[in-house]
């Protein structure tokens, strides 16, 4: 892993030597560009003249200038970035220790009047926000699940908020978090026992071994959602929730306690891309309030993703199972006969929850947001805008805060920026982004991620050669493509068809329906279940979904034409797309949707062929220079 570090004074006598006074944070800019891709902002510049220094000498007071500092680590799988992580040796012990240290320049900060995991800090608005105990506490839970070399040495990761601007009295609030030895927070005011505090976490070593074997660790595959999910109902421990993820949770559940005690109602949207965390704070908030005994369900609007989770959390539990509908379950709702209806995959929520099967006195033509909002007293919706995949889909954020305010109820969002699947690389969903013209901006070579590896194959057989040596080296793989082939039902002799060709390769789509066919798991279970690589998926399938290694097959339906990728809407074979209700435009935009879904349910890395010759020139112009 690429990290800019330094023993504390190395980084001290540059600071010292530095004109003008900003180099530190050109010299730590330049290298996160160079090996990480991140541009920093103006403000982070900033910070890092302002505090790194202060800690920096802070160490070489304690006498432990040889302490490592990892400065902007990059937590595994994930885009969040810790400010600095000490690395040395433990006093006591003599093993490796580190010290997770989130820099703060606040001069003032108090806890919020509605909760106190959240604080208000007047130099920055009125917007609250994590407790930095709490959200350094979270780094160090991360960093102990996923990195290999603390796997049996979590007590070796402490963190620390340092306020080094604030004064007691200023902050004198935030100390009720301090609940152990293992987070702490310190001010200003009490420099001296930070100084301390340094003393006896570290000795007077060089850290440089014990940064070594930290950042040359190997990073656990990340806690696959299904594969936890069953004890995350029950123990929330299951995943650490971090910054804005924590935000929305602690958000939401303030949100149902005010409603429980004022009989009041609120609406919750937290917002996210791929990977941010929404379906792991669903769950968190799912496990809570059954916990507390709230009334809570969970609700989404995709098959696969209800029946695995069914399958997966509520193993062996009719009960539990219960606890998972879908959308179209609230027709009939009592209004706010729930504390809290989680409404995971928002951005599948239709016009109306009525379909063929349907009777018709109860075709009323109601909203299905409306049935969603009335149904629980905190209605929490979490959603992507850009995987709107069907006609008819009408999850937005806009359409949701339009229904809440013509109810008159407040809404409160969160924006989540945190990346988990697509190995943590922001950097690759942006390009998919761009790739795929859903921001308007133009299609940009790759230029590369350690935490990520996107590639081309020259055909679906290489790509599926790629594919199955990860899944033989025990990795999670699948091959998808673009629904631009017919959908066969399964042979009379229990096989499936081999409707997907390009040339001479031929694979089946995934299982129609709710039984295996012959090898191949149930359609809703293709993702998760053994057997499932050997059939190719599509976007209702894999929504929602994540495996380690991703291959798409882009198909005719998306080509490169005079200078971009264009969509051809008659190369589809999705049947929704062949209904004369739907515009040109808006086929265009849920064929480019559908790609960014396929195209990002990879956690370590993606591999792309198209079916087309000039398009597969395409991008392996953008691609060869990573």
Not at 413 to 435: H, I, P, T
């Amino acid at each position: 892993m690429a990290v800019f570090r330094r023993p504390a004074e190395s980084l001290v006598k540059l600071v010292a030597e530095s004109v003008p006074e900003r180099v530190l944070s050109e010299v730590i800019a330049d290298y996160l560009q160079v090996n990480q891709g991140i541009n920093p902002s103006k403000s982070e510049r900033k910070s890092w003249d302002r505090s790194i220094p202060i800690l920096a000498h802070d160490l070489v007071e304690a006498g432990l200038g040889g302490v490592e500092m990892l400065v902007e680590y990059q937590l595994p799988l994930t885009s969040k970035r810790a400010d600095v992580i000490l690395a040395g040796v433990d006093r006591r012990t003599g093993q490796d220790s580190y010290l997770i240290v989130e820099l703060k320049q606040w001069g003032r900060a108090e806890l919020y009047d509605q909760g106190n995991d959240r604080v208000i800090v007047p130099a920055m608005g009125d917007r609250p926000k994590l407790h930095p105990v709490l959200q350094v506490r979270g780094y160090c839970e991360y960093l102990a699940d996923f990195v290999g070399a603390l796997d049996q040495h979590r007590n070796a990761v402490r963190g620390v908020a340092y306020l080094h601007n604030a004064h007691d009295p200023d902050i004198q609030d935030l100390y009720q978090h301090v609940e152990d030895e293992r987070t702490r927070l310190f001010s200003k005011t009490r420099r001296g026992e930070f100084v301390d505090y340094l003393k006896a976490q570290f000795a007077p070593a060089s850290g440089a071994a014990a940064a070594d074997r930290l950042l040359k660790s190997a990073i656990r595959p990340s806690k696959q959602l299904l594969k936890a999910a069953a004890l995350e109902i029950k123990n929330r421990d299951q995943f650490v929730l971090l910054d804005e993820q924590r935000l929305a949770f602690e958000i939401a559940m303030h949100a149902v306690e005010k409603a429980r005690a004022a009989h009041s109602k609120e609406v919750v949207i937290i917002t996210g891309g791929p990977g941010s965390g929404k379906s792991v704070i669903a769950l968190s908030l799912l496990g809570e309030a059954s916990g507390r005994g709230y009334s809570a369900l969970h609700a989404t609007g995709s098959r696969s993703f209800t029946e695995t989770m069914r399958r997966y959390v509520a193993k062996g539990s009719t009960s539990m199972k219960a606890m998972f509908k879908y959308f179209n379950n609230f027709m009939a709702a009592k209004p706010n006969d729930l504390d809290i209806l989680i409404c995971d995959e928002a951005h599948r929520i239709r016009e109306t929850s009525a379909n063929r099967f349907t009777r018709a006195t109860a075709r009323t033509g109601r909203p299905q947001v409306d049935e969603l909002v009335s149904a629980a007293r905190v209605p929490v919706f979490l959603l992507d805008e850009h995987q709107v995949v069907r006609p008819g889909e009408t999850g937005t954020v806009a359409d949701i805060r339009a229904h809440a305010a013509a109810l008159g109820l407040t809404v409160h969002q969160v924006d989540l920026d945190g990346q988990f699947r697509c190995g943590g690389s922001r950097k690759y969903e942006e390009w998919v982004v761009r790739l795929l013209g859903l921001d308007g901006g133009d299609p940009q070579p790759w230029t590369g991620d350690e935490h990520f590896e996107v590639s081309l194959a020259e055909s679906p057989h290489e790509l599926e050669a790629v594919l199955r040596s990860r899944l033989d080296d025990g990795y999670s793989a699948r091959i998808t493509a673009g629904f631009c082939w017919r959908w066969s039902e399964p042979n009379a002799d229990d096989t499936l068809v081999p409707d997907v060709r390009v040339g001479d390769w031929a694979r089946p789509w995934n299982v129609k329906g709710e039984r295996a066919v012959g090898n191949a798991p149930a359609s809703a279970l293709w993702a998760t279940s053994p057997g499932g690589f050997d059939q190719v998926g599509c976007v209702y399938t894999a929504q929602g979904f994540e495996y380690d290694w991703n291959g798409v097959i882009l198909g005719p339906d998306l080509l490169y034409r005079d200078g971009r990728l264009v969509t051809v809407r008659a190369a589809s074979k999705d049947p929704a797309l062949t209904k004369k209700a739907v515009s040109d435009q808006q086929a265009d935009r849920l064929i480019r949707n559908t790609y960014k879904v396929l195209l990002t349910r990879g956690m370590m890395g993606t591999t792309l062929h198209s079916v087309d010759p000039r398009t597969q020139d395409f991008l392996a112009s953008l691609l060869e220079r990573s």
